[in-house]
């Protein structure tokens, strides 16, 4: 059985961080594993609390793991600090993991900042050229690249700037573009684009979109999917996960991670330039 591993934050509430990338990787017929790199105390009202994991203890997670149940894939959420990067860093180096999806998470849904603000040049330099692909969303790449991403050609210019810092490929979401009746993906190799595009979806229930996606794609290349091809597969498991999404809580409710199991899935389309 292939095994994917996530190096993530814990939500408590379920709907984000280590607890949605386990349940991707379940519905997408991955074995799990994990390493937690902090707890947050958090509901569908927001994040209460973050309390970061020793260095030592992330670092002895990923070694457990990747020494007796090495991963055909990793992908990295929260990774807060610093020194937490430097661990990944280095462990990705050392177990030369074949595939490193790298979402970097930022601030929450509801603006709890889960990095530091003077760990993003070290996200940048230290674990973003190790990456398989990393997965910003429009305010993510923003502050990595310093630009404004308004418009398809701004977007375009920020993947290549990306690619100018190390990242080998990149996925930017287009989830949070305002106005627009479609979402789109830039999907940049270094070469080519291709614009993955869905109609947009009037809910509130998106609790853990950007996780989700993330291990979906580390699950489709964990059983052996082309980069893009994941990708691919992993934008119409989103899409219907959010498509189906439901409230739970006073606040916004999560995606629902079982939808893909009864909804066929045609609504998206492809474009490449």
Request: aromatic residues 6%.
């Amino acid at each position: 059985m292939k095994k994917a591993l996530t190096i993530a934050g814990s939500d408590s509430g379920g709907g984000a961080g280590i607890q949605a990338d386990i349940k991707t990787f379940q519905e997408l017929s991955v074995f799990g594993m994990s390493a937690i790199t902090a707890l947050t105390a958090q509901n569908s009202l927001g994040v209460q609390g973050v309390y970061p994991v020793s260095v030592e203890g992330v670092e002895q997670q990923i070694r457990s793991v990747s020494d007796d149940l090495a991963p055909d894939a990793v992908k990295t959420g929260m990774l807060f600090d610093k020194e937490i990067i430097d661990v990944v860093a280095d462990l990705a180096d050392h177990y030369h993991w074949p595939e490193l999806v790298v979402d970097p998470v930022m601030v929450s849904t509801s603006g709890a900042k889960l990095l530091k603000d003077d760990a993003i040049e070290h996200l940048m330099t230290r674990i973003v050229p190790l990456a398989t692909v990393i997965t910003p969303n429009i305010p993510e790449a923003e502050v990595m690249t310093g630009m404004d991403l308004n418009g398809l050609a701004n977007r375009k210019k920020a993947a290549q700037e990306l690619a100018a810092h190390g990242a080998k490929t990149i996925l930017l979401k287009g989830g949070h573009e305002d106005g627009a009746d479609t979402v789109t993906d830039l999907f940049y190799d270094g070469k080519s684009f291709h614009a993955l595009s869905v109609p947009k979806i009037n809910t509130k229930s998106t609790h853990g979109t950007g996780c989700t996606y993330a291990s979906a794609i580390t699950a489709y290349l964990a059983r052996g999917e082309t980069l893009l091809d994941a990708v691919i597969l992993a934008k119409k498991y989103i899409h219907t996960a959010i498509k189906h999404g439901f409230r739970i809580g006073q606040g916004p409710g999560p995606v629902d991670h079982t939808a893909h199991r009864n909804n066929p899935f045609n609504e998206l389309e492809v474009t490449s330039s």
